[in-house]
């Protein structure tokens, strides 16, 4: 049971995930979880009111699969086969406490500092969550698809635009966690 519940070493989880890219670019597939919500946005009928949703969403019904698949195997491997915590190496969470004042790092899979359920009622971290929300929607429609479409299937495809997305996330999480999150939460 180890093998499931521990996390896999990169020398087997990186070649499953190349595994299954080679098998998406055989069948002619790309894989990506932002372009899920134009597709959940075409079958609710948002192409009457856009061009944008017009397009064969059938096609797309496989990736709602992989959504689908996700969310299931995200809970059950929160609820059933961990122990909701993230083993992170010590110095990490003592900067993360010094610099950040997060306490929880390492305790809680999450910062309960930010998603605690008595933090979603201060104003200011709602209006931080929200509008941090809209800007990756924003975002990954901007940049054509997610972290995970660009990062996972769009390198694998050897698309340029990927990797200029790709370097972008990365700085752009290097300015947000070393600029503004100090900025915003001191």
Not at 89 to 102: C, H, K, M, R
């Amino acid at each position: 049971m180890n093998l499931i519940y521990d996390p896999w070493p990169w020398y087997i989880a990186g070649p499953l995930i190349a595994l299954t890219m080679f098998v998406l670019l055989y069948v002619g597939k790309q894989f990506g979880m932002s372009s899920n919500l134009r597709t959940m946005c075409s079958i609710g009928g948002a192409a009457r009111y856009s061009d944008f949703f017009k397009f064969d969403w059938k096609a797309q019904r496989w990736n709602l699969i992989v959504v689908l698949g996700a969310v299931i195997g995200g809970f059950i491997a929160s609820q059933f086969m961990s122990n909701n915590t993230v083993k992170i190496n010590p110095e990490v969470a003592q900067q993360l406490s010094t610099d950040y004042g997060i306490e929880s790092a390492g305790e809680a899979y999450l910062p309960t500092e930010l998603f605690a359920s008595e933090n979603l009622t201060d104003p200011f971290v709602l209006a931080v969550l929200i509008l941090g929300g809209f800007m990756v929607g924003f975002g990954a429609r901007y940049a054509g698809g997610c972290t995970s479409g660009h990062a996972i299937s769009g390198l694998s495809n050897l698309q340029l635009p990927s990797l200029i997305a790709v370097i972008g996330f990365f700085i752009g999480g290097l300015v947000m966690i070393h600029l503004l999150f100090p900025l915003i939460f001191s």
